[in-house]
């Protein structure tokens, strides 16, 4: 039996079976663990959605920006942009059941010393105080008001985090940090910054370099910055190898962080 953390699959549905013959993936003993980003501006959204809702427990994915854009647009809250590939999913005669699906996923996972979360967590957060604030936005993501917070969430002020915060501007200030944070100053203030960590503006930084940052304890697993690549730290494993950009989709063998990966194009069984 092994895990595997995935990286961002996008769509990118033949480059995920590919990968998972390469590890030899046997549904019935391992388990694949997803950082979300499952769909879109790859070719195949639908069908990736299908191929995983199907293997029910043998995989725990995560929801990314892009799976919370896709929940929107479901809605009518958001508007399809010219590079969106999800439109597939909205027209799909499952498409109610999978968007339930969906809604249900998680924005954590955390097992044992393992905290995988898709962009990163705040400086000042812990683990602890991460796995809370998670749960709060899952249960309002699969309960009654998970309009309202759509709506609030794409289309409301973009609070800063502040643990005074109450309500929708708490809860859409926690989703934006799980699932869009790549660089921040050291008190915690997000910068929209998507481009290699080297050539991040003055004053930000990498969340997972500010120093003495309080998730430091754990190892965290994330994708999301495609730019920053694959990097395998003692306590952090960015594993979001650009796929749909025509890169390499990354799994990492979490018992002894073996490496496993396939280019976009590979066509290998």
């Not at 092994?2 to 590919?18: E, S």
């Not at 027209?91 to 059941?97: E, I």
């Amino acid at each position: 039996m092994a895990t595997y953390a995935i990286g961002d699959v996008q769509g990118c549905l033949t480059p995920l079976r590919h990968l998972l013959d390469r590890i030899s993936f046997q549904s019935d003993t391992d388990r694949i663990w997803l950082v979300g980003d499952l769909v879109n501006r790859g070719p195949d959204s639908l069908a990736t959605l299908r191929f995983l809702k199907h293997l029910g427990a043998a995989a725990q994915p995560i929801l990314g920006n892009h799976d919370l854009f896709l929940l929107a647009a479901a809605e009518g809250i958001v508007s399809l942009r010219p590079k969106d590939t999800i439109q597939d999913i909205l027209t799909a005669d499952d498409r109610a059941d999978l968007i339930e699906w969906l809604r249900r996923i998680p924005l954590h996972h955390r097992e044992g010393t393992f905290f995988m979360v898709h962009a990163g967590l705040l400086p000042q957060w812990t683990v602890d105080d991460a796995t809370q604030y998670a749960r709060d936005v899952e249960t309002i993501l699969s309960g009654p008001d998970y309009r309202t917070f759509l709506q609030q969430l794409f289309h409301g002020p973009t609070t800063p985090w502040n643990s005074s915060l109450k309500g929708m501007p708490r809860l859409t200030s926690i989703a934006r940090v799980l699932t869009r944070i790549r660089t921040c100053t050291p008190s915690g203030e997000l910068s929209s910054f998507s481009g290699p960590p080297e050539q991040a503006p003055a004053g930000c930084i990498p969340w997972f370099h500010v120093p003495d940052r309080r998730s430091a304890d754990a190892i965290i697993i994330t994708g999301h910055w495609a730019a920053l690549g694959l990097r395998l730290e003692p306590n952090h494993l960015a594993i979001d190898s650009g796929c749909v950009w025509g890169r390499q989709l990354t799994a990492v063998r979490l018992e002894d962080r073996a490496v496993f990966q396939v280019d976009y194009a590979d066509r290998r069984s």
